[in-house]
C-alpha cells in the first residue's frame, strides 16, 4: 500500500481532521483528570500557581473549542451544525456527545473561575468594577466545590471515552467496533494530558524538573502506561478471537504495508519504546531538555495512534 492510497481508499469515511480533533479532545480531557485528582490528593501543590492547574485553565477550553471547530467546518454542511445544539437524540451519539460537550464547558468555566479565583476577582476590580456581581456569583460556588471537582471529574472521563464511543457506534467497521476503544481512548487521552503536563514544568522550571508536582505526574504516568499498553493488546486480542470481519480488520491493520509500520515504529516505537527504555536517563537527570524529548515522544505516539485507529479501522467493512 503506497502513502497516497493508505490515506485515500474506497471504504474510508473519516479522514485525517478526524483524527486531530480525536487527538485534541483526548489532551483537554487528560489535563482535567490530572488537575483534579491533584487537587483531590496534592491539595497545597494544587494552587493557582500550579504549572498543571495553569496548563489545564489554558489548554483545556482551547483543545475543546479547536476540536470542535475542527469538527464544524469539516463537515458537509457546517452552518447546519448548530441544529444539533438546541435539538437531542437519545439515540445519536453525536448528539450525545454534542450535549456533553456543552455541559462539560459550562461546568469547567464554573471550576477554573473557582480554582482562579483570587486571580480574576482581581483582574476584576482592575479593568472592570462595575461587575462587582461576579464575586458574590462565585462565592455561591463555593459551598458546592467539591461536588463541582467531584462532576468535573465525571464529565472529563466521559468526555476521554466519548471519541472512543464515537468511533465504536460504526458497526459497519469490524475493526471500530471493539468495546476496549472507549477506554483505550480514555487513557491514551490522560498519557497526552501527562505529556503536555510535565513539558510545561520542565520549561518552566529549568533547574527543578523533579519538584513535588512533577512527581505526582510520574507516579500517575507508571500507571497509565502500563495500563494503556494492556487495553491496547486486549484491543488486538478481541479482534483476533472475534468473527471472519475482526479478523479481516486485524490482519488489514497489522498484516504487513503502511499503517502496520506505521504502527510499530509510531505508537509502539516512539510511543512507549522511547518513554519506556529512557525512564531511568529522565529521572537520574535535572535536565529540562531530557523530559521535553521524553514527553514529545509520548504524546507523538498517542497523536499516531489515534491516525492508526482511524485510518487502519476504516480499511475493512464488515
Known amino acids: 500500500m503506497t502513502t497516497a492510497s493508505a490515506f485515500h481508499f ?18 483537554s480531557a487528560g489535563l482535567v483528570v490530572l488537575a483534579v485528582l491533584l487537587r483531590q490528593y496534592y491539595p497545597s501543590e494544587a494552587t493557582s500557581k500550579s504549572t498543571l492547574m495553569r496548563a489545564t485553565l489554558f489548554l483545556a477550553p482551547t483543545t475543546v473549542i479547536l476540536g470542535l471547530l475542527i469538527l464544524i467546518f469539516h463537515l ?29 464547558m459550562v461546568v469547567l468555566v464554573v471550576w477554573l473561575a473557582k480554582v482562579f479565583e483570587t486571580k480574576l476577582v482581581a483582574i476584576q476590580q482592575k479593568w472592570l468594577p462595575r461587575f462587582g456581581f461576579i464575586r458574590s ?26 471519541t472512543g464511543f464515537l468511533l465504536s457506534a460504526l458497526k459497519s467497521y469490524p475493526f471500530l467496533n471493539n468495546p476496549i476503544l472507549p ?4 487513557f491514551s487521552g490522560i498519557s497526552s494530558g501527562l505529556a503536555v503536563a510535565l513539558i510545561a514544568l520542565a520549561l ?10 512533577a512527581h505526582f505526574l510520574h507516579r500517575v504516568e507508571g500507571f497509565v502506561v502500563w495500563l494503556e499498553i494492556f487495553l491496547l493488546a486486549a484491543f488486538f486480542v478481541g479482534l483476533a478471537l472475534g468473527d471472519d470481519g475482526k479478523m479481516r480488520a486485524l490482519i ?20 512507549f519504546m522511547i518513554p519506556l527504555a529512557l525512564k531511568k536517563w529522565v529521572n537520574n537527570s535535572q535536565s529540562a531538555a531530557r523530559v521535553v524529548f521524553v514527553s514529545s515522544a509520548s504524546l507523538v505516539g498517542v497523536f499516531l495512534l489515534r491516525f492508526f485507529v482511524l485510518y487502519a479501522g476504516q480499511l475493512t467493512v464488515a
Do not use: C
Not at 473519516?14 to 485534541?24: G, H, Q, R, S
Not at 458546592?144 to 466521559?158: D, K, N
Not at 504487513?256 to 510511543?271: E, K, L, Q, S
Open 10 to 27: 474506497e471504504s474510508l469515511v473519516w479522514d485525517w481532521p478526524i483524527a486531530v480533533y480525536l487527538f485534541l479532545i483526548g489532551i
Open 76 to 104: 458537509t454542511r457546517p452552518w447546519t451544525f448548530w441544529k444539533l445544539m438546541f435539538h437531542y437524540s437519545p439515540t445519536s451519539v453525536m448528539s450525545m456527545g454534542v450535549m456533553l460537550f456543552q455541559v462539560y
Open 137 to 162: 456569583l462565585l462565592n455561591l460556588f463555593t459551598p458546592a466545590i467539591r461536588a463541582i471537582e467531584i462532576t468535573m471529574l465525571v464529565l472529563a472521563v466521559l468526555l476521554g471515552a466519548y
Open 183 to 186: 477506554a483505550l481512548f480514555l
Open 204 to 213: 518552566r522550571y529549568r533547574q527543578n524538573v523533579h519538584n513535588p508536582e
Open 252 to 271: 488489514a491493520a497489522l498484516g504487513g504495508g503502511f499503517w502496520t509500520w506505521w504502527f510499530w515504529i509510531g505508537v509502539v516505537g516512539i510511543g
